[in-house]
């Protein structure tokens, strides 16, 4: 009789266990309803030069990301701060793919960015541009130590004299004999 009942209570514990590792999966529209929320970020810079199959191969990833830590859905889009969450995911998902393949540059610096900023010249051909792009990626590579400081670099990128600016000129000259100069700009505490 003891075998009995033990044998009975591993098999409910069995059944309880794959019931909830069912239940706890999200579905078919939850992810969906993830995927719809995701489309919001297609104005970063780094993902709105995504054509849209890629955008949907980066949105699957951070969906199932965020399920493998939060597996019930309805609790992740309850909790309080679950779009900080979200943003941390897509943030964390960029930095990702950055440090996987610093080639990645032509989306956080769109060839038609570059030529608007006067980096570039317009018209360059495929192969032109992607020798520019390879030539930026290797001088990323051997001017920052940590993706913290090319992260760094890209938002002090703003100021009219910054690292990312000069490691294009230079690779502009070196590919174009495109001479760009950057001005220094002082700024003057008023008074």
Same mark, same amino acid.
């Given at each position: 009789?003891?075998?009995?009942?033990?044998?009975?209570?591993?098999?409910?514990?069995?059944?309880?266990?794959?019931?909830?590792?069912?239940?706890?999966?999200?579905?078919?529209?939850?992810?969906?309803?993830?995927?719809?929320?995701?489309?919001?970020?297609?104005?970063?810079?780094?993902?709105?030069?995504?054509?849209?199959?890629?955008?949907?191969?980066?949105?699957?990833?951070?969906?199932?990301?965020?399920?493998?830590?939060?597996?019930?859905?309805?609790?992740?889009?309850?909790?309080?701060?679950?779009?900080?969450?979200? !943003?941390? &995911?897509?943030?964390?998902?960029? =930095? +990702? $793919?950055? @440090?996987?393949?610093?080639? *990645?540059?032509?989306?956080?610096?769109?060839?038609?960015?570059?030529?608007?900023?006067?980096?570039?010249?317009?018209?360059?051909?495929?192969?032109?541009?992607?020798?520019?792009?390879?030539?930026?990626?290797?001088?990323?590579?051997?001017?920052?130590?940590?993706?913290?400081?090319?992260?760094?670099?890209?938002?002090?990128?703003?100021?009219?004299?910054?690292?990312?600016?000069?490691?294009?000129?230079?690779?502009?000259? !070196?590919? &174009?004999?495109?001479?760009?100069? =950057? +001005? $220094?700009? @002082?700024?003057?505490?008023? *008074?």
């Amino acid at each position: 009789m003891k075998r009995f009942l033990l044998s009975l209570t591993i098999l409910l514990a069995a059944v309880a266990l794959t019931a909830c590792s069912q239940k706890a999966k999200w579905n078919h529209e939850q992810k969906k309803a993830m995927r719809e929320n995701l489309r919001q970020y297609r104005d970063m810079i780094y993902l709105q030069d995504l054509t849209d199959p890629e955008f949907l191969i980066f949105s699957d990833s951070v969906t199932g990301d965020i399920e493998a830590i939060y597996p019930v859905y309805t609790t992740f889009i309850e909790m309080d701060g679950a779009q900080d969450t979200v !943003d941390m &995911f897509v943030l964390t998902a960029i =930095v +990702e $793919e950055l @440090d996987a393949d610093a080639h *990645n540059m032509r989306h956080i610096y769109p060839y038609r960015y570059l030529v608007s900023e006067g980096i570039l010249p317009d018209r360059l051909t495929h192969e032109q541009q992607r020798d520019f792009y390879r030539c930026l990626a290797q001088k990323v590579n051997g001017s920052f130590y940590s993706m913290e400081q090319f992260l760094m670099a890209i938002v002090s990128d703003t100021t009219s004299h910054s690292k990312m600016k000069q490691l294009q000129s230079e690779c502009a000259n !070196d590919l &174009f004999d495109w001479v760009i100069e =950057v +001005e $220094e700009v @002082d700024i003057v505490p008023a *008074n």
